[in-house]
């Protein structure tokens, strides 16, 4: 327990949404991690700006602690890196001396977390310790169940997009073949009023013509019919006399 200890480091002042890989990162160099644990909040499990770094040995923690490594974003300010059992040694006094009475209550800002976090590190219980963990744990899986809601939610959207979408285009597609259709009846039409019209002319044509023909044989007609009347008469009255020549006449 004694060898944990000496082997783990605080580092601070880290960015309050940083990383275990980016601090992983950070130390590296100084030897094996064998693992980072960042640190919360008691009261609102809000991530505070330090970390602890647990090395395979304790050369390890002491080089870091020696030359500490630059604070993320900055050239040349280095992070403040304390042996772990130092800096529980260091808040164990301060909060004696807070319950004696002897703090002044004004330290320097930096030198250490504030005492709310303080009192907050040491004074909460097992029991509490195992409620929030399960109010987090309860909700962790609500965020995940809504999650999941939320993807089968994106999933059937997408899917409603893609039918939206497919009868749209079957929707652009009757469309086009119902206006196809529609030139196709209209140049129908217009071929057959061209055909009907076609057809009115030709029949004007043949009517002239005809007019034209009877027109131009009707005086011939009128002069036969004339010469065959007066055949006709001739026939009759020759006729007649013939008659009256040869019936004898028979006296009583």
Do not use: W
């Not at 160099?29 to 395979?56: C, H, M, P, T, W």
Request: proline fraction near 3%; charged fraction near 25%.
């Amino acid at each position: 327990m004694q060898a944990h200890r000496a082997a783990t480091i605080l580092a601070r002042p880290l960015p309050r949404d940083v990383g275990e890989q980016h601090v992983q990162g950070l130390f590296a160099g100084y030897g094996r991690i064998l693992r980072v644990r960042l640190r919360f909040q008691q009261s609102n499990l809000q991530q505070k700006d330090s970390a602890y770094v647990e090395f395979a040995d304790t050369a390890s923690a002491d080089a870091a602690v020696a030359s500490p490594p630059l604070q993320p974003g900055s050239s040349s300010k280095a992070l403040e890196c304390l042996h772990k059992q130092d800096y529980e040694k260091h808040q164990r006094s301060v909060l004696q001396s807070i319950s004696a009475g002897t703090s002044t209550g004004k330290r320097k800002q930096g030198s250490a977390d504030s005492t709310g976090d303080n009192a907050g590190d040491f004074g909460m219980d097992l029991e509490q310790l195992r409620k929030r963990s399960k109010t987090t744990s309860d909700k962790a899986k609500q965020i995940h169940e809504l999650q999941v809601a939320l993807q089968k939610e994106q999933a059937a959207s997408a899917q409603l997009k893609e039918v939206t979408k497919q009868a749209r285009q079957k929707e652009a597609e009757a469309i086009k073949l119902a206006k196809q259709a529609q030139n196709e009846l209209i140049s129908k039409g217009v071929e057959l009023a061209s055909v009907k019209g076609q057809l009115d002319a030709a029949n004007r044509r043949a009517n002239m013509k005809a007019d034209q023909v009877h027109a131009q044989y009707r005086p011939k007609i009128q002069n036969l019919e004339a010469q065959i009347q007066q055949v006709k008469n001739a026939l009759e009255t020759e006729l007649s006399k013939h008659t009256k020549r040869t019936t004898p006449k028979f006296e009583l």
